[in-house]
């Protein structure tokens, strides 16, 4: 937030450290969850005059947090104004704003995508229907890349391309630049029923359709403010007598989103490939680490992100990074999101943690991974935090629950073992992951933001993440990829589905980290299980050093 | 709800079964939160012709729930009619309808309430200052008492006595029968400058003061509808200018519930005092019915209970039960909230699981425990029951977790022993308990609702109940009452308080019932700890058979 004399920054607890790397003095940062900390309008309500007017860039804004936003600060008689036609930061950045990107649309082959783009329009406008509506508008780009089966390059580590999509019961029309779409996806598109239409039409376009400030305004215009409807899950809009009164919008959360998530047969079967080929890049990666480190060759965080990238690069159906590779030694470890520089990163210090949190896009999947190592001799007290941790990880993987119960409840498992001692991590513990697609997607979440009520349902994919951080010293993350199963328990109380979890991930988990004093018989049982598992499915596919290593590192560990 | 042609009872899982056997066939069951059951207002909607009138007795219904119906209803445009004026209930019952109980009200000591009146009330027109509020109308009974530092018995088991209160700034009301008042009461009250009125004219006292339908009613006519305040934690209603604009009301949750609900250390004191008292009772009753039972010699439920009672009430300070015990033998184990009667109830079946749910309330303490035992050599089905609803209960009377979690948080922990092997129960695992007052408090509680976002905080008292229930034929719960206690971890992150709990109760548990191939040795140390407390701790107040059997039933546990 940036007023005439101020300027202030919000972020989580992932990035408290970074921010404090990142902002020059004139900023200030607000450590968004810390008590006492403001919000971003009760901080506008403490130091902005009464009745200021406060800019937005509504294209950046969901119309939720807008009008929460608007409301939040209407106390001080402050307006919110919606720079539709103005960005100020464009302003400042002129001609050397970079253009936007037009990469090449691909499409999604049907073998990893399952279902065709007429069932999958055919069953929204099914939802259209059911919701009393005649279109609806999408402007989530991995919605769009899903709904369609297409794939871009736009945005780097997300395979989704620059777009708008209204779809009507009769039609759909997708907004995009013709200069990403060559002929043979113009014929798909055409084929599926989809007209194209300029990108930037979009906004003349919803005149008659549906994005919701625009539309509301013309709404209020027609019917007055007795027209405004911003509650979620309303129906459509009608007169008191219960007929219709002209033009209206349906406001809830969208449909795909939640189709989007559940994973069908073909989709997973593109997981579980993507992550073995994954795993073995990984196999090879840390054979080639662990020997140059034990040469003691001096290697940057950055040099080693990049001969992963390498190693990645070579496996069949390899796109991109998932995300910029978190390749953290010591104390870059604490900082969640780190993404190490080249003019600025560290050395990858034998004698101190080493957090790797990586993924890939393939053309059949996404993964997402951090495994943390020592290549020397951990202190007994990182020791105790690794092997909390991985309980942790543990209990969550192993968690077993009704249907219909949301990610919250599952959030606790994964902190109790930190919480015994007075330990915590300040993120969720489990996001959902896009087949092929965004590495980070709704609805569901594992976390201790309790307001989301989304069910974990079967074939929802998740990560497992617990971590521990010290901050200035170390930091420690075990992540997995699970997908949510049915399981065959021996009974079904109240003749309910009873769900739990399947592993994609398939790498060693260093076992030098384990404290054995605190680990129970049970969680020796899961890792050597694991690590069976990991030989039988991955080995396969490695030969020579990388084989042997991976021998190595799945061999059982024994409490004596 | 009964309808012209209809009459149909909605009730929890806790009373399916009870329901069942009590209903005569011209009444209708609604299992609520089962699949498909249609809740009242559902219901309602469905079988009345639109625009029907439908009546409520507004004394049985909070305002939250009614303005809830009102809304539902309204829907197929009926109307919800408040009976003030006339009970339909009561019409029918006419003079054989009991009088209204009028026992005498007596002085809670200082020694067990910890705090005295004036400084409850001092904080309480804190509270009110801040709210923007001249006055409060209290109509929860437990939170008059608890306020005032006073008990009765106008209703079995609850302590408390039928009255309203209403705090203002300067001086307070108590509404209540004087008959139940004797002299050293009336002189107690005035002390503490309370006035006391007639029970009946708190209908009257309200047009100047704030019980919320009847009052908002004069707000409305007075102000129009834009008068209506009806959301929680709205601030007193004021005009736009800013300024007030005559009588208005706050409508939030009472300050008085969580004042309540965190003890201080007098009750903490004397809950922990009447609970040892109370475990003597039980283990004097527990070594006469194993006797009784191995004698051979028929004993119904019901003389169960009658014996426990004869037991209980000759520890020093009882004063009754603290609900109707539930003692249930086989089938009748799985009815939640089974009420044995003399002329229907089961013979105590030395060949099947005994559920013995009970408490007592004492003059400084409330107590609540349920055990659940096999006099003969209980199946292995039922031992690897017991044994996971004992897992459940163990792993949530040792979490640890960080200051401000709500209590649904740690829910699961008690259920995922079950869940492994797709079984639950359809009950809650903890509700508030009060010191010396009703047995069931809020606002905290520990349960699979998750909308109750009340943090546990340090004093407050929970019961740990988790359970099973096989249909005809057994139930197990095993139920010791806890409170929060801030536990001392080697770390603090975030500089927050880590939480945690500690028994009241110290009754032993049956070993015999536990399956040692599943249980770990994490639980079994739990097990003989717990023991070892339960013998130092009530030993010293027994002696003779009773001391003998305490001892038997506290050997340490010993995994082969």
């Known amino acids: 937030v940036v007023t005439k004399d101020k300027a202030a920054l919000w972020t989580d607890g992932r990035y408290f450290l970074q921010a404090e790397q990142q902002l020059t003095s004139g900023w200030s940062l607000m450590r968004a969850g810390n008590l006492g900390v403001p919000s971003r309008s009760e901080w506008l309500n403490g130091v902005m005059a009464p009745g200021s007017r406060i800019g937005i860039d509504p294209f950046l804004f969901s119309s939720d947090a807008a009008e929460e936003l608007k409301e939040a600060i209407s106390q001080k008689n402050h307006e919110l104004v919606y720079l539709y036609d103005i960005n100020l930061v464009d302003e400042i950045w002129k001609e050397s704003r970079p253009k936007p990107p037009n990469k090449h649309v691909r499409v999604h082959e049907m073998k990893y995508a399952g279902v065709d783009v007429s069932s999958k329009l055919s069953s929204l406008r099914s939802e259209l229907t059911n919701a009393g509506s005649s279109a609806i508008v999408i402007s989530m ?74 539309y509301k305004c013309a709404c209020d215009k027609y019917f007055g403010t007795a027209g405004t409807v911003n509650e979620k899950n309303t129906e459509a809009l009608n007169g008191t007598d219960g007929t219709s009164c002209g033009p209206s919008y349906v406001y809830r959360s969208s449909p795909i989103s939640l189709a989007k998530a559940v994973k069908n047969e073909a989709e997973l079967e593109g997981m579980r490939n993507s992550h073995l080929r994954d795993a073995a890049a990984l196999a090879q990666f840390w054979t080639w680490l662990e020997e140059e480190i034990s040469n003691g060759v001096i290697l940057t965080e950055v040099d080693v992100a990049d001969k992963l990238l390498e190693f990645r690069s070579k496996q069949n159906g390899f796109v991109d990074t998932s995300f910029d590779t978190i390749s953290a030694s010591g104390a870059n470890g604490a900082i969640i999101h780190y993404k190490p520089e080249p003019n600025s990163c560290s050395v990858v210090d034998a004698e101190k943690l080493f957090l790797l949190d990586s993924g890939a896009q393939f053309i059949d999947g996404t993964t997402d991974i951090t495994r943390t190592v020592h290549f020397g001799e951990p202190s007994s007290w990182q020791k105790e935090c690794f092997t909390r941790v991985l309980q942790g990880h543990i209990a969550l993987d192993q968690a077993i629950f009704p249907e219909n119960y949301p990610g919250f409840v599952l959030d606790a498992f994964a902190r109790a073992s930190l919480w015994k001692i007075g330990l915590d991590y300040r993120h969720g513990t489990g996001h959902g992951v896009g087949a092929a697609l965004n590495v980070h997607e709704g609805p569901q979440s594992i976390s201790f933001r309790f307001g989301n009520m989304t069910p974990l349902l079967k074939g929802m994919v998740v990560s497992n993440e617990p971590g521990y951080y010290e901050d200035h010293a170390f930091g420690i993350r075990i992540e997995n990829l699970l997908y949510v199963k049915e399981v065959s328990t021996p009974n079904r109380f109240g003749g309910l589905d009873y769900l739990g979890f399947e592993k994609l991930t398939y790498v060693p988990i260093q076992t030098k980290l384990i404290d054995l004093s605190i680990v129970s018989a049970a969680e020796i049982d899961w890792l050597n299980d694991y690590h069976k598992q990991v030989w039988e499915k991955v080995s396969p596919l490695l030969d020579g050093p990388a084989q042997e290593w991976l021998w190595n590192n799945t061999r059982p560990l024994i409490k004596h």
Chains 1, 2 share one sequence.
Do not use: C, Q
Not at 166 to 187: C, Q
């Open 141 to 214: 780009l991995d919605e769009i890349a899903w709904l369609l089966n297409l794939r871009g390059s736009d945005i780097p580590h997300s395979p989704v391309m620059y777009a708008y999509l209204i779809v009507e019961i009769d039609g759909a029309k997708l907004f995009i630049d013709e200069a990403k779409v060559n002929s043979d996806v113009m014929h798909y598109l055409k084929n599926a029923g989809i007209e194209l239409r300029p990108y930037e039409s979009i906004l003349s376009e919803i005149e008659s359709a549906a994005i919701v400030n625009t």
